[in-house]
């Protein structure tokens, strides 16, 4: 059987999941808005990260209220996801700078360091 939680942490915890849901919301709509892929890469996805923060500490607290102790697991998602996501956004950028150089783009930089075969 789980414990009353109190007036505080359910506040906090509407509170942090209202706010994570703005912060997604307003990622979406970068999303949409914005029209070039590099464009598209940073700005939603710190909107996504804020909201993934938010829903952790809203759970984190919500658990603590429940069982009485400190429950700390839930952040174990934003660790591993401030671990692999920058190396999934440059493999995805690299990959998108490369396709934009095949695909002979005007306004692509060229690549650093020398050309082959110069």
């Avoid at 979406?28 to 990260?49: C, E, K, N, Q, W």
């Amino acid at each position: 059987m789980t414990a009353a939680i109190p007036a505080w942490a359910e506040t906090a915890v509407a509170l942090l999941l209202v706010s994570s849901g703005i912060f997604v919301v307003i990622s979406a709509v970068g999303f949409v808005r914005l029209s070039d892929f590099f464009l598209r890469m940073h700005p939603p996805s710190l909107a996504y990260t804020f909201g993934s923060w938010c829903v952790t500490l809203a759970a984190s607290i919500y658990f603590s209220a429940t069982e009485s102790r400190a429950v700390l697991h839930p952040w174990l998602i934003p660790v591993t996801l401030a671990m692999t996501v920058p190396v999934t956004t440059l493999l995805l950028a690299r990959v998108a700078l490369f396709r934009r150089r095949s695909a002979g783009a005007a306004d692509t930089p060229p690549p650093l360091g020398p050309r082959p075969g110069s």
